[in-house]
């Protein structure tokens, strides 16, 4: 049974339009991140998050933004789809603290912009 | 930019022991070692972890080498359901925010 969550599986929408991709997680997690994946390549980290009102950018740039207003959810927001968009975005949990920092992964959501 | 070393591809027969070999020449301290798989673009899937020590778990062992320049991802009894792409991920622990995911070892379990 997951433990994280996100909606949609799969999500088909025209160039323009706003999106927003819903990550949430029971399992009481301070950190969350944000990766994207195009098929048959690397994951790249866009955005992450400490906690409740903290958001960092990660490594690689991204046209997307997020908000950390509940610690169960993070979600990704495209002001403007594209389909340069059109990818796979993957979000993860861990725990903070002296123990390693094991990440959990939701299933992702297979974005297509047309 | 990852800071580790895997082949690209192996290959395995089913019931054989799989080694998925992982170069992190860099690693240092109190930096950790992870090993995570990815099965056809599903979530990443965590395996196994260590600092020092061989680690056993119910998935998989891994084995670092004394001067911790290297380790191996052992499955002992690799099945068609471990075909997936294997990311060795160091250094991380306490000090890192994130994981950086490579380019990985795609492992190919054939009957």
């Known amino acids: ?114 | 930019d990852a800071k580790t070393t895997q082949p690209p591809s192996m290959d395995c027969a089913e019931g054989r022991a799989a080694n998925l070999p992982c170069n992190h020449s860099t690693i240092s301290g109190n930096e950790y070692v992870y090993w995570y798989r990815q099965i056809h673009s599903q979530g990443p899937q965590y395996i196994i972890h260590g600092l020092k020590n061989n680690e056993t778990n119910e998935m998989a062992s891994l084995i670092i080498t004394e001067d911790r320049k290297s380790s191996t991802l052992i499955l002992p009894h690799a099945t068609l359901r471990d075909t997936a792409v294997y990311y060795c991920i160091g250094p991380a622990g306490p000090g890192y925010s994130t994981l950086t995911f490579g380019k990985g070892t795609m492992l190919l379990v054939s009957p």
């Open chain 1, 1 to 114: 049974e997951a433990d994280i969550y996100q909606t949609p599986r799969y999500l088909v929408i025209g160039t323009g339009k706003k999106i927003t991709l819903e990550c949430s997680q029971t399992m009481g997690h301070d950190k969350m991140y944000w990766y994207q994946q195009d098929p048959g390549m690397e994951l790249h980290l866009i955005h992450y998050s400490y906690g409740v009102n903290s958001t960092e950018k990660g490594d690689l740039s991204s046209e997307s933004t997020v908000s950390r207003i509940r610690t169960e959810h993070f979600p990704l927001t495209l002001e403007s789809a594209r389909p340069s968009h059109t990818s796979q975005y993957l979000c993860a949990s861990s725990e903070v603290g002296d123990r390693a920092y094991g990440y959990t992964f939701g299933s992702g959501t297979r974005l297509t912009v047309v």
